[in-house]
């Protein structure tokens, strides 16, 4: 059974920070991965998307990677701001569609 | 704009009461949605896959009796929790693919359910 796992729980970082967040999978037979950013209240937002034969997606100041033999994925933020405070979710799709989410990355850029 | 329009967004209801929460495929034929729910301070945990004339495929320990998903058409899934109690209290969300493999995922607003 697909487990995905993210760490830190929860970060803080002050302005201007460049940071990664983590997230692991046990079974490596995925589809795809994709990060999403889900503000308080509120759905989600699709960040990045990374095919199982890919290695790394960019779109902005976000850069995500993916090592599917080692089930890690990485989420970097460069030069974070007080906008891209929000929690960070990654979720793996194993098969049509259904998505197995990590717990989050609950995301706090200070000012 | 919205690929996915998902309705209500917040309903209260009191105990005992059914809700149904409709989520609405604008840009394509759906054959397949999916239904999640996210208790406060945790993922998202998928219900359920609702296939477009025929029984949905529950996951384990969702029960199917008290969540009713109906799925008529290929642009409408409908999700009814039926007896809500306050431990149903919860956010409900739908999503849809544009494609079989799910290369492209969209997601609906979002519910969120009170239960008093």
């Known amino acids: 059974k697909q487990e995905v796992t993210q760490i830190p729980a929860a970060l803080s970082v002050p302005e201007g920070e460049n940071l990664v967040l983590n997230c692991s999978f046990t079974d490596s037979a995925i589809y795809n991965l994709q990060w999403f950013r889900q503000d308080p209240g509120k759905g989600l937002t699709s960040l990045l998307l990374i095919q199982s034969s890919q290695r790394e997606q960019t779109s902005g100041r976000l850069n995500a990677s993916l090592d599917k033999s080692s089930g890690r994925s990485t989420l970097y933020i460069a030069a974070s701001q007080p906008g891209d405070s929000a929690t960070y979710l990654c979720?793996?799709?194993?098969?049509?569609?259904?998505?197995?989410f990590g717990q989050g990355t609950e995301l706090s850029v200070k000012p | 704009g919205a690929v996915v329009s998902q309705h209500p967004s917040w309903v209260i209801c009191k105990s005992g009461t059914s809700v149904k929460i409709e989520c609405r495929s604008l840009?394509?034929?759906?054959?397949?949605m999916f239904w999640y729910r996210q208790f406060p301070k945790q993922s998202l945990m998928l219900m359920a896959t609702?296939?477009?004339?025929?029984?949905?495929?529950?996951e384990q320990g969702v029960e199917k009796d008290k969540f009713l998903i109906n799925h008529a058409s290929l642009t409408l899934s409908t999700l009814t929790v039926t007896s809500a109690h306050p431990e149903d209290s919860s956010f409900y969300i739908c999503s849809l693919n544009r494609d079989r493999a799910g290369n492209t995922i969209y997601f609906g607003e979002g519910s969120w359910l009170t239960v008093v």
């Open positions: 609702s296939n477009e004339g025929s029984k949905a495929t529950y």
């Open positions: 979720a793996v799709n194993n098969q049509g569609g259904k998505l197995i």
């Open positions: 840009d394509f034929q759906a054959t397949t």
